[in-house]
């Protein structure tokens, strides 16, 4: 079982949003800045798409947008694409004594 | 450019010692700040962090496998070797190393392409 909650799949149609979330505990998600987002295509290496939350790495669209309101980050895509289709996971730095703990993943699937 | 890619044995008996090479370019451990960290994700399951080690050596593990865990650098050589101890079964799974570009930031910017360990007598 992963430390952090996400729904297993969702879904929606090209041109809608989605928001993925990523449930911790005041422990990790809830206590650091520290949430990071990560697109997995089937045989794929994950791909880095949201940092610290919120922050975007050069190179990522920006229908891609991270948040977190306690211990609930999410992320949300907008304007859904075909390549959108992926797994995604977040992660979370959890403090000294645990340090890096993921989410169970999310299946997107685009319509 | 940042590039990794993991090397090791495909198949490994139980109770065996598995070790991974990663080898990089494009950066240096020994510049301050710079991190690689190791990432398992076993056939159609989650990722599962495993261990990272950082420039000034810092090495950090997994509290469910920190027994079984050792990650090493050789700074000359642009490699960090992992090993992992008695592998079972369960312990089949594509590891992938990854760049960590901050000390104190716990997020992987570039990751290699992951190879498949079988664990199986």
């Known amino acids: 079982q992963s430390a952090l909650t996400q729904p297993a799949s969702v879904s929606g149609s090209p041109g809608q949003s989605i928001t993925i979330s990523c449930t911790g505990t005041?422990?990790?998600?809830?206590?650091?800045?520290?949430v990071s987002w990560y697109q997995q295509h089937p045989g794929k290496a994950p791909k880095l798409m949201i940092y610290?939350?919120?922050k975007r790495p050069s190179g990522v669209s920006n229908r891609f947008s991270g948040s977190k309101s306690g211990n609930t980050a999410s992320l949300t895509i907008s304007g859904l694409q075909a390549e959108d289709e992926a797994d995604y996971y977040c992660?979370?730095?959890?403090?000294?004594?645990?340090?890096?703990?993921f989410g169970g993943g999310t299946k997107l699937t685009v319509l | 450019q940042i590039t990794l890619k993991e090397s090791g044995p495909t198949l490994v008996k139980p109770t065996q010692t598995l070790t991974l090479t990663c080898t990089f370019s494009?950066?240096?451990?020994?510049?301050?700040?710079?991190?690689v960290g190791w990432i398992r994700q076993p056939p159609g399951k989650a990722l599962e962090w495993l261990a990272l080690?950082?420039?000034?050596?810092?090495?950090r593990y997994s509290p469910s496998l920190k027994s079984r865990l050792t990650i090493t650098k050789d700074t000359s050589k642009n490699q960090v070797v992992l090993t992992m101890t008695n592998m079972d079964p369960v312990d089949t799974a594509t590891y992938y190393c990854?760049?960590?570009?901050?000390?104190?930031?716990?997020?992987?910017?570039?990751w290699g392409q992951g190879t498949l360990v079988t664990v199986s007598s």
């Open positions: 990854a760049h960590i570009p901050e000390f104190g930031e716990f997020y992987f910017d570039y």
């Open positions: 005041s422990s990790d998600v809830g206590s650091y800045n520290l």
């Open positions: 494009g950066f240096s451990l020994s510049t301050s700040g710079v991190g």
């Open positions: 080690i950082y420039w000034n050596d810092d090495k």
């Open positions: 992660c979370s730095y959890a403090g000294s004594s645990t340090d890096v703990v």
């Open positions: 610290e939350v919120s």
